[in-house]
């Protein structure tokens, strides 16, 4: 069974920083993509980031503010920098990969509130 549990979402001024957390417990045989999307009240879920084989993608909103790592395929990070109130939503970490015996999947986490407002 694969759980991805996500952390760090906050109410942080405008301006401010932000580390999101995800944890990624359950064994893949190898990862495809390990990424972090966001979804607004009364929107679509979005890409935020992703890491893939050939390195990171960024939506063009966050590109120089967001940067996205991993520690392996155990955790998957989103440092957030110079927030604005436009980067309020529910985040939500994502992986894709494939397990032993369920193979090919994609999961996803809880979800983390982040509120920018002064």
């Known amino acids: 069974q694969v759980r991805l549990v996500e952390s760090g979402g906050a109410l942080v001024q405008p301006g401010g920083s932000l580390r999101l957390s995800c944890e990624v417990r359950?064994?893949?045989?190898?990862?495809?993509?390990m990424g972090w999307y966001r979804q607004a009240p009364g929107k679509q879920r979005d890409l935020v980031a992703v890491?893939?084989?050939?390195?990171t993608n960024y939506a063009d909103s966050v590109k120089g503010r967001f940067t996205i790592s991993n520690d392996n395929a155990n955790w998957v990070y989103l440092q957030m920098n110079s927030l604005t109130p436009e980067d309020t939503a529910t985040y939500y970490c994502?992986?894709?990969?494939?397990?032993?015996?369920?193979?090919?999947?994609?999961?996803w986490g809880q979800g983390t509130q982040v509120t920018v407002a002064s």
């Open positions: 359950g064994t893949f045989l190898s990862m495809k993509t």
């Open positions: 890491i893939t084989g050939d390195g």
């Open positions: 994502n992986v894709a990969g494939t397990r032993a015996i369920s193979g090919f999947g994609s999961w």
